[in-house]
Structures are given as C-alpha cells and as structure tokens.
T-cell receptor, first 117, second 113 residues
Framework: GAVVSQHPSRVICKSGTSVKIECRSLDFQATTMFWYRQFPKQSLMLMATSNEGSKATYEQGVEKDKFLINHASLTLSTLTVTSAHPEDSSFYIC?????????????FGPGTRLTVL | ELKVEQNPLFLSMQEGKNYTIYCNYSTTSDRLYWYRQDPGKSLESLFVLLSNGAVKQEGRLMASLDTKARLSTLHITAAVHDLSATYFCAVARGGGATNKLIFGTGTLLAVQP
C-alpha cells in the first residue's frame, strides 16, 4: 500500500498555542489530501479536503480559520491547529489520494495525537 | 446526507466462534471499505468492495456487499484473539476519482480465550 508519514506522532501543547502537523505521501503524488479527526472512542470524521495548489474545502462545522491547511506540493500537506484549546485534543489522520493512482484503495497516515492542556 | 451505521457497536466473542458485523448506508455509493484499527493506531485497510455481490476473503475475515440493500457485512470465522480490534466500514461519498469517505460508528471486537 501507499507509504504515508505524519509528524509529529504525538504532541502536547498549552492552550492558546498553535500546532503544525505534517503529512507526507512518500511513494506517490497526492493531488488530493483528506484530513480526518477522531475523538476518543469515536469514529473518524472528515474535516477538510485539499487539492494541491488550491484552497481547502471544509466540512460543515469545521472552522477554516482555526484549522489551516496548506497543500503546496504533491508530497506534503500540513494542518495547523491555531490557538488550540482542550476540545481540540484528538487524533488527526491524513489520507492522500490521486486520480492517477486509482479510485480503489484509500490509505491513511499513522496519525498525530494532539493533547491540549 | 450520507449516513453509515454499524452494528453491533461492541462484540464480545469466544475464540472459535463465528459472527457478523453489519454496515448499512443511506445513499447510493459505488465503493465500500473495511478497516481495522488497533488501540492508539491508525487504520489498516482490509477490503475494498466495488460492485453489487462483491465478496472478498482474507484469512478468517470475509466481506460482502449488497448495493441494492445498501448493506455490507464483515463475517468472522473461528475467531482468534489476534482479531481483537475496532472495525470500521466506510462509504465513498460523491463521485470523482478520489475517495472522500464517510465512516461508520465502528465495532469494537473483543475475542475472549
């Protein structure tokens, strides 16, 4: 399957600070990146979709000014949680996609666990 | 709005027994996925089902898809402890060449010796 990395794997920060999460698609060019989050003991929820070189599209209820997504290259997308608060504590997972890569399998990064104190 | 429901939410099984997890979805889709998640980990891809009547098997797991009923099943045969995990189904939303997935609620499977 696709090789996807995320950094950091785990981060603890103080309330009010910003945290940047990197997602790298290591073995194919991701024209699209999906960002999901998962609260404890819950399912995954799609937060936003970004296309390389374009602005991200956010799902209903997700604040675009709080969750900044940059998808400047085909191998790197970043999610920045600005002014993080304890309710933002969650597991954030990226999922790259490419039309040329086929529509079938959809792989996920290893995730970043964010804890906001 | 596409909604995906799984049942049961929690399943405690004895080793050697068989059971089925059900995944219902509310609107038409041409792709359904099953994933496994271990505690503290991300998702591991199990199956992709692309057409009505599709059946795929890997080891003790078998997945099927009935697009007319909007139902997929994940059948576990002769469960072993290593299968203990949370299992998610996910349905592709919208068309296009990329896979925007809506996830089911998840089924926490605990296989007891």
């Amino acid at each position: 399957g696709a090789v996807v990395s995320q950094h950091p794997s785990r981060v603890i920060c103080k309330s009010g600070t910003s945290v940047k999460i990197e997602c790298r698609s290591l073995d194919f060019q991701a024209t699209t990146m999906f960002w999901y989050r998962q609260f404890p003991k819950q399912s995954l929820m799609l937060m936003a979709t970004s296309n390389e070189g374009s602005k991200a599209t956010y799902e209903q209820g997700v604040e675009k000014d709080k969750f900044l997504i940059n998808h400047a290259s085909l191998t790197l997308s970043t999610l920045t949680v600005t002014s993080a608060h304890p309710e933002d504590s969650s597991f954030y997972i990226c999922s790259p996609a490419s039309p040329s890569g086929g529509r079938n399998e959809q792989f996920f990064g290893p995730g970043t666990r964010l804890t906001v104190l | 709005e596409l909604k995906v429901e799984q049942n049961p939410l929690f399943l405690s099984m004895q080793e050697g027994k068989n059971y089925t997890i059900y995944c219902n979805y509310s609107t038409t889709s041409d792709r359904l996925y099953w994933y496994r998640q271990d505690p503290g980990k991300s998702l591991e891809s199990l199956f992709v089902l692309l057409s009505n009547g599709a059946v795929k098997q890997e080891g003790r797991l078998m997945a099927s898809l009935d697009t007319k009923a909007r139902l997929s099943t994940l059948h576990i045969t002769a469960a072993v402890h290593d299968l203990s995990a949370t299992y998610f189904c996910a349905v592709a939303r919208g068309g296009g060449a990329t896979n925007k997935l809506i996830f089911g609620t998840g089924t926490l499977l605990a296989v007891q010796p």
